[in-house]
């Protein structure tokens, strides 16, 4: 998705026209041109970094172990309750794996998906700055019912009405964690 081909700028299109928040369009932009901070990107730069997963210490801790073959990832995917098993494909980035759920997957189902991610990424981060153990394993069905109230509350703008109490991305989806 890197480059400016046509189907590129559709795929680039559909992911800006997601009904999700901002915030969470920026991340999943951050993953598909692999800009973000995983041990792996880090060793790039750095010599002192270890590129070993935080989570579970083992493997390299690139974007796809992150986000699909990390224990973690696979705990928070399971209590999703989305449906997961072609996520196991063979995938060279999670840019490839994205590129494959745009092209396969309709908008709601998308825009869950990414927030999934942002709750592992959440989870992630909680782990290895805050060094909290367990508590990831609601955060994927957190995740989905997150992104439905977003919807809800944008819906209802969109019909004319008043916003209620819109949920800060920033507390959700591992609100609670390590509780």
């Keep these: 998705m890197g480059e400016s081909s046509s189907r590129d700028q559709s795929c680039w299109k559909r992911l800006w026209g997601l009904k999700i928040p901002p915030r969470i369009k920026m991340f999943l932009w951050r993953i598909c041109v692999d ?43 399971l209590r999703s309750g989305m449906e ?38 959440n989870c992630r981060n909680k782990q290895r700055y805050d060094r909290l153990e367990g508590g990831w394993q609601s955060a994927g069905l957190r995740a989905v019912q997150f992104v439905d109230e977003f919807r809800g509350v944008v819906l209802h703008e969109e019909g004319g009405g008043q916003a209620g109490n819109l949920v800060q991305v920033g507390n959700l989806p591992c609100q609670g964690y390590g509780s």
């Design 35 to 77: 800009s973000l901070p995983t041990n792996l990107n880090l060793s790039r730069r750095l010599s002192s970094i270890d590129y070993r997963c935080d989570a579970c210490g083992d493997l390299v801790e690139s974007d796809i172990h992150i986000f699909v073959y990390c224990p973690m990832a696979e705990e928070i995917w």
């Design 84 to 121: 997961v098993l072609y996520l196991k494909g063979d995938y060279s980035s999670m840019a490839h794996l994205v590129e494959v759920l745009m092209g396969s997957s309709e908008d709601d189902r998308l825009g869950n998906y990414a927030v999934v991610l942002w709750a592992i990424w």
